[in-house]
Antibody, heavy 120, light 110 residues
Framework: QLQLQESGPGLVKPSETLSLTCVVS??????????WGWIRQPPGKGLEWIGI???????DYSPSLKSRLTISVDTSKNHFSLKLSSVTAADTAVYYC????????????WGQGALVTVSS | QTVVTQEPSFSVSPGGTVTLTCGLR?????????PSWYQQTPGQAPRILIY???SRSSGVPDRFSGSILGNKAALTITGAQAHDESDYYC??????????FGGGTKLTVL
């Protein structure tokens, strides 16, 4: 059974870079049928689509985050990563990683989520 | 500026039927937007209910159905149960690789 697990620092200082990794187990990240994505949810608010990566390294990003965002994949470690630079308190959220079934909008497997707080 | 619009809240009686909608601030939702619907309970990751407008995900009861109604995507719950009380989000494919979630609907069953 496919499992996704987010990991990374729970506290990041303003202006620094938020970094998270999603380890995929129970399946290969190197599949042509899926993208791998990040979604976030600020406390008490709705879901926000951040971006996705294909196993080849091809990416699609949210236009509102694109200038600060890097999503990458490491097929040898079966994981993918998120880096968001120049963070502010507005980036405080639960960050989820998930598998996207092509084509379209089907995120069919999700990690449990990781809370990242931006604070000095 | 919410590009993808959903009702902020909705209430339904147990056993009743409710239809939640997912629209665009400008334009109409069609199947080409691949609308999907997610259910989220507090403290949990979202769960996919409906994908590609009307396909039900594995294990989802047939009380949940998806469609296009007029110019919006719609999620209909028939025979609502207490444990259907959740937040519901739609997700649309906007083109050029970009997906956007709606603001979510908080459904109360009472």
């Amino acid at each position: 059974q496919l499992q996704l697990q987010e990991s990374g620092p729970g506290l990041v200082k303003p202006s620094e870079t938020l970094s998270l990794t999603c380890v995929v187990s129970g399946g290969s990240i190197s599949s042509s049928s899926y993208y791998w994505g990040w979604i976030r949810q600020p406390p008490g608010k709705g879901l926000e689509w951040i971006g996705i990566v294909f196993y080849t390294g091809s990416t699609d990003y949210s236009p509102s985050l694109k200038s600060r965002l890097t999503i990458s994949v490491d097929t040898s470690k079966n994981h993918f990563s998120l880096k968001l630079s120049s963070v502010t308190a507005a980036d405080t959220a639960v960050y989820y990683c998930a598998r996207l079934v092509l084509p379209g909008t089907t995120f069919d497997s999700w990690g449990q989520g990781a809370l990242v707080t931006v604070s000095s | 500026q919410t590009v993808v619009t959903q009702e902020p809240s909705f209430s339904v009686s147990p056993g009743g039927t409710v239809t939640l909608t997912c629209g665009l601030r400008s334009g109409s939702v069609s199947t080409g937007y691949y609308p999907s619907w997610y259910q989220q309970t507090p403290g949990q990751a979202p769960r996919i209910l409906i994908y590609s407008t009307s396909s039900r995900s594995s294990g989802v009861p047939d009380r949940f159905s998806g469609s296009i109604l007029g110019n919006k995507a719609a999620l209909t719950i028939t025979g609502a149960q207490a444990h259907d009380e959740s937040d519901y989000y739609c997700l649309l494919y906007m083109g050029r690789g970009v997906r956007v979630f709606g603001g979510g609907t908080k459904l109360t069953v009472l």
